[in-house]
C-alpha cells in the first residue's frame, strides 16, 4: 500500500486537522463545557436562592422574636398592673369588712348591753316582787304577829334596799 | 528480515490537479483523527448526560472536574479570567493531542506522528499568538516589537517569531515519531531474536516455535509505558501549555 513521508506536511491533511481542531472546539464546547457550566451556574443559582431564603427566614423569626418579647413585656406589664389593682382592690375591701365588722360588733354590744341591762332590771324587779312577797310571808310566819301594813312596808323596803345593795 | 519505518498508509487518492495544494489524501492520520474526535465527543456527551444540579453522580463529578482543571490550569497561567474565552480550546487541543497520542495504544497509527497535524496546531497557536500581539500594541506596535531592544535585531527577532510554531510542532512530533520508531525497532529486534532462539530447538518444532515471536511479550509494554503513556501525556500537556503561556505572554506585549 501507497505511504506517505515519513516527514512531511501534507497540506490536505494540514487544512482537515485545522479544521478538525475548530470542529473539536465547537463539539467539546457544545458537549462538555455548556452543559456543565450551565448545571454549576443553576446550583450558584440555587445556592444564592439558599442564603436569600435563609437570610429571609431568620429575619423573619427576628421579627417574630421581637413582636413575642414585646408582647411578653406587655403582658407583664399588665398582669403587674392586674395585681396591682387587685391588691388595692382587695386592700379596700378588706378595709370595708372590717370596718363594717367593726360596726356590726359594736351594735351588737351596745344592743347586748342593752338586752343585758333590760334584762337585769327585769329581773331584779321580779326578784324584788318574789323575795317581798316571800319575806311577807316569812315574816308573818316567823313574828306570828300582824303588824300594820305600814311598819311592814318599810321593813320591806328597807330589806330590798339591802338586797340591791349587795347585788 | 528488513525493518522499515514508513508513513501513515494512503488508502485513498482523490486527484484534484490544484498545483500546490496537490491531491487529497485520505490517509490513516485523517481516519485515526476523526476516531479520535468521536471519542473525544462521545466521551463528553456520556459524561454530561442527565446532569444534575444536586446529587451528581460519577460521571458528572468526572465531567465538573474536567470542566474545573482545564479553567483553573488556563486561569492559574494567565493570572486572571481574562483569557476565560480560550479556555475551550486549550482543552480541545489538549484532549486531541492526549487522545491521539495514547490511541497508539490500541495498534492503530496516531495521528500525531504525522508532521502535518503539530503543523496546522502550531499554526493556529501562532495565529492567536499574533492575534493577541496586535490587539494588545496595535499593528505598529506589533511591527516595532521586532526591532526591539536595537534596530540591528531585526532579522533574528523575525527568527524566533518563527522558530515558535516550527519548534512546538517538531517538538511534539519528534517525541511521538521517535517513539514509534523505538516500538518499532524493539518489536522487530525481538522478533528476531525469539526467532534466533528457538530455532536451536531442533527439528518440526524448532521451526513452527520460531515463527512465534515469544519476546514481543512483556518488554515492550514496559516501554510502551514511556514512550507511549508519559510521553504522550507530557507533549499532549507541553503543547498545551506552551499554547496558554504564548498567548498570555502576547496580550501582555
Same mark, same amino acid.
Given at each position: 500500500?501507497?505511504?506517505?513521508?515519513?516527514?512531511?506536511?501534507?497540506?490536505?491533511?494540514?487544512?482537515?486537522?485545522?479544521?478538525?481542531?475548530?470542529?473539536? @472546539?465547537?463539539?467539546?464546547?457544545?458537549?462538555?463545557?455548556?452543559?456543565?457550566?450551565?448545571?454549576?451556574?443553576?446550583?450558584?443559582?440555587?445556592? +444564592?436562592? *439558599?442564603?436569600?431564603?435563609?437570610?429571609?427566614?431568620?429575619?423573619?423569626?427576628?421579627?417574630?422574636?421581637?413582636?413575642?418579647?414585646?408582647?411578653?413585656?406587655?403582658?407583664?406589664?399588665?398582669?403587674?398592673?392586674?395585681? +396591682?389593682?387587685?391588691?388595692?382592690?382587695?386592700?379596700?375591701?378588706?378595709?370595708?369588712?372590717?370596718?363594717?365588722?367593726?360596726?356590726?360588733?359594736?351594735?351588737?354590744?351596745?344592743?347586748?348591753?342593752? +338586752?343585758?341591762?333590760?334584762?337585769?332590771?327585769?329581773? @331584779?324587779?321580779? @326578784?324584788?316582787?318574789?323575795?317581798?312577797?316571800?319575806?311577807?310571808?316569812?315574816?308573818?310566819?316567823?313574828?306570828?304577829?300582824?303588824? *300594820?301594813?305600814?311598819?311592814?312596808?318599810?321593813?320591806?323596803?328597807?330589806?330590798?334596799?339591802?338586797?340591791?345593795?349587795?347585788? | 528480515?528488513?525493518?522499515?519505518?514508513?508513513?501513515?498508509?494512503?488508502?485513498?487518492?482523490?486527484?484534484?490537479?490544484?498545483?500546490?495544494?496537490?491531491?487529497?489524501?485520505?490517509?490513516?492520520?485523517?481516519?485515526?483523527?476523526?476516531? /479520535?474526535?468521536?471519542?473525544?465527543?462521545?466521551?463528553?456527551?456520556?459524561?454530561?448526560? !442527565?446532569?444534575?444540579?444536586?446529587?451528581?453522580?460519577?460521571?458528572?463529578?468526572?465531567?465538573?472536574?474536567?470542566?474545573?482543571?482545564?479553567?483553573?490550569?488556563?486561569?492559574?497561567?494567565?493570572?486572571?479570567?481574562?483569557?476565560?474565552?480560550?479556555? %475551550?480550546?486549550?482543552?480541545?487541543?489538549? #484532549?486531541? =493531542?492526549? &487522545? #491521539? !497520542?495514547?490511541?497508539?495504544?490500541?495498534?492503530?497509527?496516531?495521528?500525531?506522528?504525522?508532521?502535518? /497535524?503539530?503543523?496546522?496546531?502550531? /499554526?493556529? &497557536?501562532?495565529?492567536?499568538?499574533?492575534?493577541?500581539?496586535?490587539?494588545?500594541?496595535? /499593528?505598529?506596535?506589533?511591527?516595532?516589537?521586532?526591532?526591539?531592544?536595537?534596530?540591528?535585531?531585526? $532579522?533574528? !527577532?523575525?527568527?524566533?517569531?518563527?522558530?515558535? $510554531?516550527?519548534?512546538?510542532?517538531?517538538?511534539?512530533?519528534?517525541?511521538?515519531? =521517535?517513539?514509534?520508531?523505538?516500538?518499532?525497532?524493539?518489536?522487530?529486534?525481538?522478533?528476531?531474536?525469539?526467532?534466533?532462539?528457538?530455532?536451536?530447538? %531442533?527439528?518440526?518444532?524448532?521451526?513452527?516455535?520460531?515463527?512465534? $515471536?515469544?519476546?514481543? &511479550?512483556?518488554? %515492550?509494554?514496559?516501554?510502551?509505558?514511556?514512550?507511549?503513556?508519559?510521553?504522550?501525556?507530557?507533549?499532549?500537556?507541553?503543547?498545551?501549555?506552551?499554547?496558554?503561556?504564548?498567548?498570555?505572554?502576547?496580550?501582555?506585549?
Amino acid at each position: 500500500m501507497e505511504t506517505q513521508q515519513l516527514v512531511t506536511i501534507v497540506p490536505w491533511t494540514f487544512i482537515a486537522t485545522i479544521l478538525n481542531l475548530f470542529l473539536q @472546539l465547537y463539539l467539546i464546547k457544545r458537549f462538555l463545557f455548556k452543559p456543565v457550566q450551565e448545571v454549576i451556574r443553576k446550583r450558584q443559582e440555587k445556592a +444564592d436562592q *439558599d442564603i436569600r431564603a435563609a437570610e429571609k427566614a431568620r429575619e423573619e423569626a427576628e421579627s417574630v422574636r421581637s413582636e413575642y418579647e414585646k408582647n411578653m413585656a406587655n403582658a407583664r406589664a399588665e398582669a403587674s398592673s392586674i395585681i +396591682d389593682r387587685a391588691k388595692k382592690d382587695a386592700e379596700s375591701r378588706s378595709e370595708q369588712l372590717l370596718r363594717a365588722a367593726e360596726e356590726q360588733a359594736k351594735n351588737l354590744k351596745t344592743k347586748a348591753d342593752q +338586752d343585758i341591762r333590760q334584762e337585769r332590771r327585769k329581773a @331584779l324587779n321580779e @326578784l324584788k316582787g318574789e323575795i317581798g312577797g316571800i319575806a311577807m310571808d316569812i315574816a308573818g310566819k316567823v313574828v306570828e304577829k300582824e303588824i *300594820d301594813e305600814k311598819d311592814h312596808r318599810s321593813l320591806i323596803e328597807d330589806f330590798l334596799k339591802n338586797v340591791e345593795e349587795a347585788s | 528480515m528488513n525493518f522499515d519505518i514508513s508513513g501513515a498508509k494512503i488508502f485513498f487518492r482523490i486527484p484534484t490537479g490544484i498545483p500546490v495544494l496537490g491531491d487529497i489524501l485520505i490517509t490513516e492520520t485523517i481516519l485515526v483523527s476523526w476516531l /479520535v474526535m468521536a471519542i473525544i465527543t462521545g466521551l463528553c456527551i456520556f459524561l454530561t448526560r !442527565n446532569l444534575k444540579v444536586e446529587k451528581i453522580g460519577k460521571r458528572q463529578a468526572v465531567a465538573e472536574l474536567l470542566v474545573e482543571t482545564a479553567t483553573n490550569l488556563v486561569r492559574s497561567n494567565t493570572g486572571g479570567k481574562r483569557f476565560d474565552r480560550m479556555i %475551550p480550546f486549550v482543552a480541545a487541543l489538549f #484532549s486531541t =493531542s492526549v &487522545v #491521539s !497520542n495514547l490511541i497508539s495504544l490500541t495498534g492503530l497509527r496516531s495521528p500525531t506522528a504525522d508532521l502535518s /497535524v503539530e503543523a496546522a496546531w502550531a /499554526v493556529v &497557536v501562532f495565529i492567536m499568538i499574533t492575534a493577541n500581539k496586535i490587539k494588545a500594541g496595535g /499593528v505598529l506596535g506589533y511591527l516595532k516589537g521586532f526591532t526591539t531592544p536595537i534596530f540591528v535585531m531585526t $532579522p533574528f !527577532n523575525i527568527l524566533s517569531e518563527i522558530a515558535t $510554531p516550527i519548534s512546538m510542532a517538531c517538538r511534539h512530533f519528534g517525541n511521538i515519531l =521517535s517513539g514509534v520508531v523505538i516500538n518499532g525497532l524493539i518489536y522487530a529486534a525481538l522478533a528476531l531474536a525469539s526467532s534466533a532462539i528457538l530455532h536451536l530447538i %531442533p527439528g518440526a518444532a524448532g521451526q513452527l516455535l520460531s515463527q512465534i $515471536p515469544i519476546l514481543d &511479550v512483556g518488554l %515492550p509494554a514496559i516501554l510502551s509505558f514511556y514512550f507511549d503513556w508519559f510521553s504522550g501525556i507530557m507533549q499532549a500537556f507541553i503543547f498545551t501549555m506552551l499554547t496558554i503561556m504564548y498567548i498570555a505572554n502576547a496580550a501582555e506585549g
